[in-house]
């Protein structure tokens, strides 16, 4: 952890006034407490970009335990970051006009009069022990329901976070709704006379995706009506992630849903990766998304993830509420009950949405809370998210502002819309997973004029498929990529596939498969995104093109299924060459229909 070891001399310091290049008249310090709180504080970053007399620094108290990442993180965002030391002096000599902070923790103290304090989750619901003098932070206590102890205070609601010698710690402490000021009045009401009700503008910014909704499912992979099913946890031991059925819970989702007709995402609270280590995290992942999970990055696209979802798992964290005041139909797979105020809107959400039931199919039951979702089920979680909602970059503006003793600019109040997933400068695509695993492949021809291949796919399945699905299977097959990292699966290889990414010549390199492989039947190779060139033992080539959706968008579907119908229907002993001759191929995933070009090229 470096974040702010050196003294800054310019914006503020000794002879800053030498060095600065532009005058401005106030200072407005961010204070950091770890990755969580600061991505909090950058959604209200924006709000003073139109402030010509405003400077705007950052520093991190340095109490918590979950520092790692707040470097890299305020290096990007270009924040000059004082040492904590240099942050307290400058308060104490008049140079802060506003510090604005996302927790309770460290000496905030040193910023009484100027200090605003914002929620870094869905308002305040849990209990958190005592903090210890001098690290006031919740990432040091302990969950309620502790051995030997009565229930831990609520954080960010009892005197324990909320008073500093007797005295509130902030000059503004800014609720999201009435809710809260009614449970603040009854546990600490010299608190209470500092409550701001402005809103929550995370939730304000997740609002503002609806409208993208139809974009955000194309950009996951999941606009062909495909459903996705994010997976979600907070962190600590009570959490989803944490829970000791987690690791069963990932593989039956990765196992037992068919690739083609769900898509799945993971979105991990910061704590976990930052505390456990990235690579560590991704680790423990990786087979999961060998099989077609894609971890959201903590910093990225996670609010238009659940956004777009059709299904959240989850447990008692923020970000399971926030999906369900979004109408997302929710499943909760954790739920501590203990670790939360029993009066709060997420202790009220565990007591409603349903939960995963032991012994019954995964699949059953997210099909089950999808198709048996009422759209209005959830509203008054919504209700109770947001005071103003949409109106939070307006009032804390004006609160802002209030404290700066400045007049608002002219333009409106807005918070900067969240982007589309993949659609920025040199941004990848998050929507088609690499399916590394090995995958096991059940088909059926449907028709023969024109050609319809049923095809279900499985990654890596401890068993064989078994239910609707397989009874109506006439063939089976397994698909082993090059890259896989189960290389010993490759000898077992009907369908051997390589993705392009070398960019060799498609044709030479699928006879090169089929000679390293000589039990495969076919070979593909990826020559685009819903493209890809397949070769069987007589060295017949097909190049196989997926066309426009009946609503003109590309067709997300994994080109390698198509391979998987071709390698049907020549094994129901049909000719390749009879797939150019009878129109387009139509393969269908459960669900989904796909309609493919198919040409012969020459090898």
């Known amino acids: 952890m470096t974040v702010g070891q050196e003294r800054l001399r310019v914006p503020v310091g000794r002879d800053a006034a030498r060095w600065r290049t532009r005058g401005t008249t106030r200072t407005v310090l961010f204070v950091v ?5 600061a991505t909090r504080l950058l959604d209200v970053l924006p709000l003073f970009d139109d402030a010509a007399d405003v400077q705007t620094l950052a520093t991190c108290t340095g109490s918590s335990p979950f520092l790692a990442g707040v470097d890299a993180l305020l290096d990007e965002v270009g924040l000059p970051v004082l040492p904590w030391e240099q942050a307290k002096e400058l308060a104490a000599a008049g140079g802060v006009d506003l510090a604005i902070s ?12 100027k200090l605003t304090i914002l ?3 869905a308002g305040y619901n849990k209990r958190l022990a005592t903090p210890d003098t001098g690290h006031r932070t919740p ?4 969950g ?13 609601m009892a005197p324990d ?19 809260q000021l009614e449970r603040l009045r009854r546990a600490c009401p010299e608190a209470a006379e500092t409550a701001v009700l402005a809103g929550d503008p995370c939730f304000d910014r997740m609002l503002a995706l609806r409208r993208r909704r139809p974009a955000l499912r194309r950009a996951f992979g999941a606009g062909d009506g495909r459903r996705l099913v994010v997976l979600n946890s907070t962190w600590g031991r009570s959490s989803l992630f944490g829970s000791d059925a987690f690791s069963a819970l990932l593989r039956e989702l990765t196992e037992t849903l068919p690739v083609d007709e769900y898509r799945l995402c993971a979105v991990l609270h910061p704590n976990i990766g930052y505390g456990h280590g990235p690579g560590r995290v991704r680790a423990w992942l990786r087979r999961a998304a060998a099989s077609g999970l894609t971890p959201v990055d903590p910093l990225g696209p996670w609010r238009q993830a659940v956004a777009a979802a059709d299904c959240v798992i989850g447990d008692h964290g923020s970000v399971t509420y926030y999906a369900a005041a979004l109408g997302v139909p929710v499943l909760l797979g954790s739920f501590a009950e203990r670790d939360l105020d029993p009066d709060s809107p ?3 959400l565990g007591r409603t949405a349903p939960r995963l039931r032991p012994g019954t199919p995964l699949r059953t039951q997210i099909d089950a809370v999808i198709d048996g979702h009422v759209p209005g089920r959830y509203d008054g979680f919504a209700a109770l998210a947001s005071s103003d909602p949409g109106g939070s970059a307006r009032l804390l503006r004006s609160l802002f502002h209030s404290f700066l003793a400045l007049p608002e600019p002219s333009r409106p109040a807005a918070l900067p819309p969240l982007p589309v997933p993949g659609t920025g400068p040199g941004e990848p695509p998050s929507g088609t997973p690499e399916l590394l695993a090995p995958l096991r492949v059940l088909t059926r021809v449907v028709a023969d004029a024109p050609p319809e291949v049923a095809v279900t796919r499985w990654a890596d399945p401890s068993a064989e498929p078994a239910g609707t699905d397989a009874e109506a299977a006439e063939g089976a097959h397994t698909v082993v990529d090059e890259d896989t990292p189960d290389t010993s699966r490759l000898a077992l290889a009907d369908l051997v596939t390589d993705r392009g990414l070398a960019g060799d010549p498609p044709g030479p390199r699928a006879a090169e498969l089929l000679a390293a492989h000589p039990y495969a039947a076919l070979a593909a190779v990826r020559i685009g995104p819903g493209r890809c060139l397949v070769r069987d033992r007589a060295g017949t080539q097909l190049a196989l093109t997926a066309l426009p959706r009946p609503d003109g968008f590309p067709d997300p579907c994994d080109p390698f299924a198509y391979a998987s119908a071709v390698l049907a229907w020549q094994t129901g002993g049909h000719p390749l060459t009879a797939l150019t001759e009878r129109g387009p191929l139509v393969v269908t995933t459960g669900r989904l229909r796909h309609r493919v070009a198919v040409r012969v090229v020459p090898a």
Do not use: C, I
């Open 119 to 121: 929620s870094h989750g």
């Open 346 to 348: 997420v202790a009220a």
């Open 144 to 156: 309620g329901g502790s051995e030997g102890r009565g229930a831990a205070p609520v954080f960010g």
């Open 33 to 37: 407490h770890n990755v969580t709180s």
């Open 139 to 142: 990432d040091t206590g302990v």
């Open 102 to 113: 996302a927790s309770y923790g460290g000496e905030l103290q040193a910023f009484s009069g």
């Open 161 to 179: 976070w909320l008073l500093h010698e007797g005295a509130p710690l902030a000059a503004a402490t800014v609720l999201s709704h009435p809710e």
